[in-house]
């Protein structure tokens, strides 16, 4: 069989497009192009695939996936794996959620690849959370069944159980503008809530810049940190997520450049009891720093799916 499987991964602008050899779990020819209009994915993807032989597409991208097809969330448009592999005339194309990517990446991260945000046991044989607050909310679970990763995306961006200690702890009065978890914890929801707050917009960038300048957007920030620190604790002890907690994304990047990370380690830790307390301790929080992690998780899912059928 071909090792050579073509990774891609689309967001909202570009397309990410790398040849991944299973053998040596690698990936070359990485490239960045721009997607203009959507009907220039097909054509595209044909020319690479002159480039070299493969026999299955692993492909990425945000949005609810429903048995092989993403309906994505920051393009009007739906991916079909059936469609595809026709249309690209290959033998298979498997569609993967974006944060399903990420989490399959995670198997494959060496220290090297990481930046400690909190000490604790890292095992990369147990459960782990895969969380991204960006223009929404990613995240993912990936559990081992019978030493086998099976990766979970998840929508919990769209969960509302949160919502009356956000406004508290954000200082909101309750509005439908803030209707779901990612209203908040996220990019768009920290512009959002300085702008409910103060009246003024301010993009999220511009909020994570004024830190210590702006005292909104440091008590804004700060509360950030809280809040994700609680919810994370929460979903912790829910999934038992021992393996540890993996962000990434570049706002917990700037994030990390700042105190904030303190106040979401110092929540995070905190519980009323002392052994549910020693568990959340234990559980690690790094930074993913490796470049392309969808790419490689797209590879280590056309490994692994072997083993799910």
Not at 22 to 34: F, G, P, R
Not at 129 to 141: H, R, Y
Request: glycine share 8%.
């Amino acid at each position: 069989m071909n090792s050579n499987k073509l990774l891609l991964d689309l967001g909202g602008t570009n397309l990410r497009i790398g040849f991944g050899d299973q053998d040596s779990l690698s990936i070359d020819q990485i490239s960045k192009i721009k997607i203009s209009k959507d009907n220039e994915i097909i054509s595209i993807i044909k020319s690479e695939l002159c480039n070299k032989e493969v026999d299955e597409i692993i492909f990425s991208a945000a949005g609810p996936k429903k048995g092989n097809s993403i309906l994505m969330t920051n393009r009007s448009l739906t991916l079909d794996g059936s469609e595809l592999s026709k249309a690209l005339n290959v033998r298979g194309c498997y569609m993967l959620n974006d944060w399903e990517s990420i989490g399959y990446c995670l198997p494959l991260l060496q220290d090297d690849d990481l930046h400690q945000i909190k000490s604790g046991t890292r095992n990369t044989s147990q459960t782990s959370l895969a969380v991204g607050p960006g223009t929404g909310l990613g995240f993912s679970i990936l559990r081992y069944i019978n030493e086998v990763p099976y990766v979970f995306a998840t929508e919990l961006g769209n969960a509302k159980s949160f919502n009356q200690y956000l406004f508290k702890i954000f200082g909101l009065e309750e509005s439908d503008n803030f209707s779901v978890l990612e209203s908040f914890i996220s990019g768009t929801g920290i512009g959002k809530i300085y702008a409910a707050r103060s009246g003024q917009e301010k993009s999220p960038e511009a909020i994570v810049d004024s830190y210590n300048s702006d005292e909104l957007s440091t008590e804004i920030l700060n509360s950030f940190g809280k809040a994700l620190g609680r919810i994370l604790a929460d979903l912790s002890l829910t999934s038992m997520s021992t393996g540890g907690i993996y962000f990434a994304g570049s706002l917990m990047r700037a994030l990390n450049e700042l105190e904030v990370m303190k106040y979401l380690t110092k929540e995070y830790d905190d519980h009323n009891s002392s052994h549910h307390q020693e568990i959340l301790n234990n559980i690690p929080m790094n930074l993913i720093t490796k470049q392309h992690t969808p790419l490689y998780g797209n590879l280590n899912y056309s490994i692994v799916r072997r083993l799910h059928e």
